[in-house]
């Protein structure tokens, strides 16, 4: 058996008879033909060869191996209610929710949307307050504000520690007379019956309609007809040599505007401080300079002989007189809070032949 296994044996076994690992000894067999400077082979080159091969071998067995393929399948959807205590919904954003997945938790809060107040509520009028600043704060009508509190004529006529009437709704709130119905209230105030009838603080019902004299009704969504306020201005003939106006006006008084234009007050307030010169708007003449009783106060009107007229209310003073010609930006008087007024302000209306006119429309 050894001498079957000698160098001569070896090297006459054909490479058919060697098989697979012919070439592997061949191999050994050249690094173990080298010879190091003493003669003999070095075992520390030997051994990294062998290392070598050996890893070379390992890498190439190890990549023909196959390792094991798992699948997880997913769990089937049970459309059946579970038997645990879980009471956390099946359904998060639109999707089914898996069996062991996280659901957001519910957050114990409820927004609570705004609602429409009910109540009459009661604004006692303090130092600076405006019909419209007042109304713009409880999100109602000037108007309604208004002819709720009997101002139609007068929509300077505050006071301090007044107090005021607010609506909940955009209407008017009525006081019932001798005849009136729910349909002749309507009527009267272009509003619906059934408008009427359904407002919670009437108290009324379909079955329900009568009306005692002297109750107040809210009707939502009605409406008064204007009334215009009547001064008394001077009407004879222009004086000799007066000026005329050009149309184009200038502003009368420095200042803020704490009130504009509106179906009710047909003027704008130029929020200002007492002393402060008011001009003249255009050329014209003076028809009417003193103290007025519904409300102005010291006030004076121009006619600019084109068809305008303006007027200046709530003057502190006032220096000049029925009958003077003026020209556009001569100071004719002061800002002042006197009439019907809760602080220093120019109350200014431009008027075309008697008509009311937006002021913004022609000041420059």
Same mark, same amino acid.
């Given at each position: 058996?050894?001498?079957?296994?000698?160098?001569?044996?070896?090297?006459?076994?054909?490479?058919?008879?060697?098989?697979?690992?012919?070439?592997?000894?061949?191999?050994?067999?050249?690094?173990?033909?080298?010879?190091?400077?003493?003669?003999?082979?070095?075992?520390? $080159? /030997?051994?990294?060869? +062998?290392?070598?091969?050996?890893?070379?071998?390992? /890498?190439?067995?190890?990549s023909r191996l196959q390792l094991p393929h798992w699948e997880i399948?997913?769990?089937?959807?049970?459309?059946?209610?579970? #038997?645990?205590?879980?009471?956390?919904?099946?359904? /998060?954003?639109?999707?089914?929710? !898996?069996?062991?997945?996280?659901?957001?938790?519910?957050?114990?809060?409820?927004?609570?949307?705004?609602?429409?107040?009910?109540?009459?509520?009661?604004?006692?009028?303090?130092?600076?307050?405006?019909?419209?600043?007042?109304?713009?704060? =409880?999100?109602? @009508?000037?108007?309604?504000?208004?002819?709720?509190?009997?101002?139609? *004529?007068?929509?300077?006529?505050?006071?301090?520690? #007044?107090?005021?009437?607010?609506?909940?709704?955009?209407?008017? =709130?009525?006081?019932?007379?001798?005849?009136?119905?729910?349909?002749?209230?309507?009527?009267?105030?272009?509003?619906?019956?059934?408008?009427?009838? &359904?407002?919670?603080? @009437?108290?009324?019902?379909?079955?329900?309609?009568?009306?005692?004299?002297? #109750?107040?009704?809210?009707?939502?969504?009605?409406?008064?007809?204007?009334?215009?306020? *009547?001064? *008394?201005?001077?009407?004879?003939?222009?004086?000799?040599?007066?000026?005329? %106006?050009?149309?184009?006006?200038?502003?009368?008084?420095?200042?803020?505007?704490? #009130?504009?234009?509106?179906?009710?007050?047909?003027?704008?307030?130029?929020?200002? =401080?007492?002393?402060?010169? /008011?001009?003249?708007?255009?050329? &014209?003449?003076?028809?009417?300079? &003193?103290?007025?009783?519904?409300?102005?106060?010291?006030?004076?009107?121009?006619?600019?002989?084109?068809?305008? *007229?303006?007027?200046?209310?709530? +003057?502190? $003073?006032?220096?000049?007189?029925? %009958?003077?010609?003026?020209? !556009?930006?001569?100071?004719? %008087?002061?800002?002042?809070?006197?009439?019907?007024?809760? %602080?220093?302000?120019?109350?200014?209306?431009?008027?075309?032949?008697?008509?009311? !006119?937006?002021?913004?429309? =022609?000041?420059?």
């Amino acid at each position: 058996m050894r001498d079957d296994l000698s160098d001569q044996g070896l090297a006459a076994i054909t490479a058919e008879e060697w098989g697979p690992g012919y070439r592997f000894w061949h191999s050994i067999q050249a690094l173990l033909a080298q010879r190091g400077p003493d003669g003999t082979t070095s075992l520390v $080159r /030997v051994a990294s060869h +062998l290392i070598i091969l050996t890893i070379a071998v390992a /890498v190439l067995l190890f990549s023909r191996l196959q390792l094991p393929h798992w699948e997880i399948a997913e769990a089937p959807f049970d459309s059946a209610p579970a #038997q645990d205590t879980d009471t956390r919904p099946p359904v /998060v954003n639109g999707d089914a929710a !898996q069996i062991g997945s996280f659901v957001r938790a519910a957050v114990p809060f409820t927004i609570i949307p705004d609602r429409p107040r009910v109540e009459i509520l009661v604004h006692t009028v303090e130092a600076g307050d405006t019909l419209s600043g007042i109304a713009e704060k =409880y999100n109602i @009508n000037v108007e309604t504000l208004m002819w709720a509190n009997g101002l139609e *004529q007068n929509p300077d006529l505050l006071r301090l520690g #007044q107090e005021l009437i607010v609506l909940p709704v955009n209407g008017v =709130y009525h006081t019932v007379e001798s005849g009136d119905t729910v349909e002749s209230v309507a009527k009267k105030y272009r509003a619906k019956p059934e408008d009427i009838i &359904g407002f919670p603080l @009437n108290n009324l019902s379909a079955k329900n309609r009568n009306l005692t004299v002297g #109750q107040k009704i809210v009707v939502p969504g009605g409406s008064k007809p204007y009334i215009a306020r *009547q001064v *008394q201005i001077y009407t004879g003939a222009a004086p000799q040599g007066a000026s005329r %106006g050009s149309g184009r006006m200038i502003w009368p008084a420095a200042g803020s505007i704490t #009130q504009g234009y509106f179906w009710y007050h047909r003027a704008i307030d130029i929020g200002s =401080y007492i002393g402060n010169p /008011v001009r003249a708007a255009d050329s &014209g003449y003076v028809v009417a300079a &003193g103290w007025n009783d519904v409300g102005y106060g010291n006030y004076i009107v121009l006619d600019h002989g084109n068809g305008f *007229q303006t007027l200046y209310a709530h +003057l502190n $003073r006032y220096f000049v007189n029925a %009958g003077d010609s003026v020209g !556009q930006g001569t100071v004719i %008087g002061h800002v002042g809070s006197t009439g019907r007024s809760t %602080g220093p302000h120019l109350h200014f209306e431009v008027r075309l032949w008697g008509v009311p !006119q937006n002021p913004f429309d =022609y000041l420059r």
